[in-house]
């Protein structure tokens, strides 16, 4: 089984990976191997040193930037960590996004394994961007490079990068 959805109902970005790696499950934490980008590139995004806090205080600063996150897979059979090695994959329930998450317009899927999805998400009504991989074994990228193309997940229709959704003080 995969982690839990980390979501509210003011989300507005939802960021879907393909299922845990190892590194992951193990800890019970999204994107927890050290080399993987993810919490740089998203922390990028909003302005925001993500990767320094400890893993129980990522969560709430995504959420207070409109961020949600979750994978499209709810469980599967595999060796390792790469998403190449899934097999009899079983998909999450979406179909109470909607209703969770009304204010949900665009989902980004890191990599092309998650990416795969995204069609039905386009027919549900969501702007959709896949992302080149934030996983240490996708390193054809410089950081700088995937950072460009992630980027696309905070830009307006004109292309152009909004600033980051101011989070509430504390």
Not at 30 to 38: G, V
Not at 62 to 76: E, I, Q
Request: charged share 15%; glycine share 6%; aromatic share 10%.
């Amino acid at each position: 089984m995969g982690l839990a959805p980390v979501i509210a109902p003011d989300t507005r970005i939802l960021l879907l990976g393909s299922f845990p790696g190892a590194a992951s499950l193990a800890a019970q934490q999204y994107y927890a191997h050290p080399r993987n980008q993810f919490w740089k590139l998203v922390g990028a995004l909003v302005c925001e040193d993500l990767y320094s806090l400890p893993y129980n205080e990522r969560l709430p600063r995504l959420l207070a930037h409109r961020f949600g996150l979750w994978d499209v897979l709810a469980a599967c059979e595999r060796e390792g960590s790469l998403d190449s090695a899934i097999r009899k994959p079983s998909a999450n329930d979406f179909e109470r996004l909607h209703k969770l998450c009304p204010q949900l317009e665009t989902v980004g899927f890191n990599g092309q394994a998650s990416g795969k999805f995204a069609p039905q998400f386009e027919q549900a009504g969501y702007r959709t961007v896949v992302l080149p991989s934030s996983s240490p074994a996708h390193m054809a990228m410089t950081f700088e490079q995937k950072l460009r193309v992630w980027q696309q997940l905070t830009a307006d229709s004109t292309g152009a990068v909004l600033p980051p959704s101011q989070p509430p003080l504390f």
